[in-house]
T-cell receptor
Framework: GQQVMQIPQYQHVQEGEDFTTYCNSSTTLSNIQWYKQRPGGHPVFLIQLVKSGEVKKQKRLTFQFGEAKKNSSLHITATQTTDVGTYFCAGKETGFQKLVFGTGTRLLVSP | EAQVTQNPRYLITVTGKKLTVTCSQNMNHEYMSWYRQDPGLGLRQIYYSMNVEVTDKGDVPEGYKVSRKEKRNFPLILESPSPNQTSLYFC???????????FGQGTRLTVV
């Protein structure tokens, strides 16, 4: 079945450093979504990418969807302590409704 | 307020004692799903439902049952819980298609 892997599993950075998490699917996706889960909280939707090669920005966050629609990345510029949490990607295969989540990347930011 | 509500938030139970975790959404979403979250394994899908009376297995369905008798409710049933089902469970709902999922607050289950 469809598998979605993320790397790294965990990253600890100093405040102000950049951070990137990568998401790779075993199958071609119709879309990719990103969620953030704060410690002790539930996943909250951040953004969705649909087009091949699409790039979207939200303030310090940059999201990319690969040309082959099988991978994606989330880059945070100049991390802040408020960025702490686990970031998940999630994708749906074309023609299917099942939403599969990645393994997640846990980000810790030290002041 | 649009939301997904799970109950209970915390539960400690003993092996073999049947339990149900409820999930209800007030957004008229067709799609509902259950996930379990374990360290290093991310969110793994247990079951999902495309609409009333339509359910399908996710990636880790063993030991779980679900039902979708009404559009708003999607309970997760553990007929005979075992310690390896100790986990953090999330219910989610969404509109069919490329749309965002809304999550409940989570249920932390411990089976001893």
């Amino acid at each position: 079945g469809q598998q979605v892997m993320q790397i790294p599993q965990y990253q600890h950075v100093q405040e102000g450093e950049d951070f990137t998490t990568y998401c790779n699917s075993s199958t071609t996706l119709s879309n990719i979504q990103w969620y953030k889960q704060r410690p002790g909280g539930h996943p909250v939707f951040l953004i969705q990418l649909v087009k091949s090669g699409e790039v979207k920005k939200q303030k310090r966050l940059t999201f990319q969807f690969g040309e082959a629609k099988k991978n994606s990345s989330l880059h945070i510029t100049a991390t802040q302590t408020t960025d702490v949490g686990t970031y998940f990607c999630a994708g749906k295969e074309t023609g299917f409704q099942k939403l599969v989540f990645g393994t997640g990347t846990r980000l810790l930011v030290s002041p | 307020e649009a939301q997904v509500t799970q109950n209970p938030r915390y539960l400690i139970t003993v092996t073999g004692k049947k339990l149900t975790v409820t999930c209800s959404q007030n957004m008229n979403h067709e799609y509902m799903s259950w996930y379990r979250q374990d360290p290093g394994l991310g969110l793994r899908q247990i079951y999902y439902s495309m609409n009333v009376e339509v359910t399908d297995k996710g990636d880790v369905p063993e030991g779980y049952k679900v039902s979708r008798k009404e559009k708003r409710n999607f309970p997760l049933i553990l007929e005979s819980p075992s310690p390896n089902q100790t986990s953090l469970y999330f219910c989610a709902s969404k509109i069919t298609g490329n749309t965002e999922a809304f999550f409940g607050q989570g249920t932390r289950l411990t089976v001893v």
